[in-house]
């Protein structure tokens, strides 16, 4: 019996550990985002109207996770505007994830309640049936986009976490 309690709480133990959340830097964009596991190598590339952006993934249990960061060569200054253009990303993203379903874009979010931020989250599925929620984010300076996928449903309440988790 004692032996069954010891292997419990290691059980338990291992899966705290395993979804604890850590803040990451963005490479060097000056950005980081609180996430579940260690991002892989940040890949750095320009855009081509030349913007700086950073990419990377990483997978906890059965759920990958995603940041791609990009850092305005214009920066914008009317945030509606900026919302705009992240609307414009993530279509240009549906066609690079291969997404054939998408729910549609809620608009209109706050990044920690700050009026100079925008956030636009979506629900996609991709031509091999991952279920993808996206929440990408602007500050009028930075697009930054967070997405969870997997072939199993996803858990929401851990996923909403990383998804709200950017810092600018």
Known sequence: MRTLAIAICL??????????????????????????CEPGKWDVDKSEDSSDVWTSECKNGDVNYGVICVKLKEPVSDIEQAQDIVVEYLDYLKQSFSVKKAVGYGKGNYLNNDTNTRGVVDYWEDADKNSYK??????????????????????ETKVDVFLNGLRF
């Open 11 to 36: 059980i338990i133990s291992l899966t705290v550990r395993s979804q604890s959340l850590k803040k990451y830097p963005i490479s060097n964009s000056g950005c980081s985002y609180y996430g579940y």
């Open 134 to 155: 996206v929440k990408a984010w602007t500050n009028g300076k930075f697009i930054a986009v967070l997405f969870a996928y997997s072939l199993k449903p996803l858990p």
